[in-house]
């Protein structure tokens, strides 16, 4: 079993639809991630979020809000999503101390589908 | 930029085989290298990482990697495979900065 607890496991929403996804960690890490996975594809990042700052976006259309309440939880809010988002949402966290900050542990992914 | 190049995208071999699985990147700073696994509807786990120190790594369940930073390469072997290998394998790179980069990752497929 992983550490880093995602949920929902599955997700079907509508364009119109508001929904968020979340995260959990409680190993005392403050680097946290948002990934995209499609089919047969590898993980992509989305954002990183270091002692519950963003410090990376990478390019990641507006309709994909993340928010960090606290070093433990991790959330991806979705707003107006289109079908070609239908991915699984992997989260994953880490030390978060420059170099030791690797490496990074993954949650099971919010399977995402998009109608 | 950094990229992650993994040389084959399907593998498909016998129990007890020997596998080796390569992996090149290219990246101008110091790098961190890894190796995850996917088993079929499981979530990404840790196979062995490099930071620095001996080239040669051992990571769990008899897998090694070798780094060979003259290649830029970061090979996986496993010197005899069981049917419980059939996975996903990402080769993955990391730097100070906390982004992680894979490769297009592997399917193994070990028959019985």
């Known amino acids: 079993d992983t550490e880093v607890t995602q949920t929902p496991k599955h997700l079907v929403m509508g364009m119109t639809n508001k929904k968020s996804l979340k995260c959990e960690q409680h190993m005392g890490h403050r680097a946290m991630y948002w990934y995209k996975q499609k089919a047969k594809k590898p993980p992509e990042l989305m954002f990183v979020y270091s002692y519950e700052k963003l410090s990376i976006n990478e390019s990641v259309p507006s309709r994909f809000s993340p928010e960090c309440p606290n070093s433990s939880l991790l959330n991806l809010h979705l707003h107006a999503l289109q079908p070609e988002d239908s991915a699984l949402y992997l989260c994953a966290s880490s030390h978060g101390d420059g170099q030791k900050d690797q490496p990074q542990h993954f949650g099971d992914g919010t399977r995402l589908s998009i109608l | 930029a950094q990229s992650v190049s993994q040389h084959n995208h399907h593998v498909i071999l016998s129990e007890a085989a020997s596998l080796e699985l390569g992996c090149n990147y290219s990246?101008?700073?110091?790098?961190?290298l890894f190796w995850y696994v996917q088993y079929p509807g499981q979530h990404l786990q840790l196979l062995l990482k490099y930071f620095s120190g001996d080239p040669l790594v051992k990571g769990i369940k008899g897998f090694e990697a070798e780094f060979i930073k003259s290649k830029f390469s970061f090979n996986l072997r496993k010197p005899s495979v069981q049917w419980s290998d059939t996975a996903e394998y990402f080769c993955a790179v990391g730097n100070s900065w906390g982004k992680l980069q894979f490769g297009a990752g592997t399917q193994v497929v070990v028959t019985p």
């Open positions: 990246y101008g700073g110091t790098v961190n």
